[in-house]
């Protein structure tokens, strides 16, 4: 009896030992950064392609723009994702910074070609779309930074409420759609935010949420008037 679970700890250990020799000899690497970014403007979308050691996890920055975007294995060893260049983000030219986790190790390379950007000037806070067009039928709110910043330290307050809690982060966008419509009117928006020097960014506008207009009830023969 004895023998017999020395020999299933001996045969617990072995396997052991042969799946971790197993994945340290995986090779781990980054084989070619493919990008469409040599020419972009604001609405335009980044492709990025990554190919590499598969059933990894990959991601990878633009430095200057955004950091700790994430990139799907859509087959094996091909890791894809896109980022929308909005308005507000600077000019800018930087390499795709990616990178491939896999059994606790990491490698990083940089693309060859850097991505291209020739954005508006440098601006604090933009809105998208402009607040002069109305805000949309669900009062939804849509803002980036002009500065690459910490997306935990971004707060968001509507008439003077905190609606920091219900901000989402969409590709390099933040959003936020109320709960119910907001009532017809002026409406006062406010955000603040770091940037990763810890400088402080914020930006205050207004929306004009329209009333909502019925179209008058045409009486038909056969209908009821009602008071």
């Not at 087959?75 to 260049?85: D, I």
């Not at 779309?129 to 009062?139: K, M, R």
């Not at 008439?159 to 009117?185: H, M, Q, V």
């Not at 928006?189 to 019925?214: C, Y």
Request: aromatic content about 6%; some cysteine; glycine content about 12%.
């Amino acid at each position: 009896m004895l023998r017999s679970v020395v020999a299933m700890i001996l045969l617990a250990a072995s396997i052991a030992v042969g799946v971790r020799a197993g994945q340290a000899g995986v090779d781990l690497r980054i084989e070619s950064i493919v990008h469409n970014g040599t020419k972009l403007g604001p609405g335009d979308r980044l492709h990025v392609l990554v190919r590499g050691t598969p059933g990894g996890v990959a991601g990878y920055d633009i430095p200057g723009v955004a950091h700790g975007l994430g990139l799907a294995e859509t087959r094996p060893g091909f890791y894809e994702g896109t980022f929308m260049m909005f308005p507000g983000l600077v000019r800018v030219s930087s390499p795709v910074l990616a990178r491939l986790t896999r059994d606790g190790r990491t490698v990083e390379e940089r693309s060859e070609e850097p991505v291209s950007y020739r954005g508006a000037a440098d601006a604090e806070v933009a809105v998208y779309p402009d607040p002069s067009g109305g805000a949309d039928s669900q009062g939804e709110i849509r803002f980036v930074f002009g500065r690459t910043i910490r997306a935990d330290t971004v707060r968001l307050s509507v008439d003077g409420k905190d609606r920091t809690p219900g901000l989402r982060l969409e590709s390099n966008y933040f959003a936020y759609r109320p709960a119910e419509r907001p009532a017809a009117g002026q409406h006062r928006v406010r955000v603040e935010a770091l940037d990763l020097q810890g400088e402080k960014l914020a930006g205050t506008w207004s929306f004009e949420t329209p009333a909502v207009t019925l179209a008058p009830c045409a009486a038909t023969a056969g209908s009821v008037a009602t008071p």
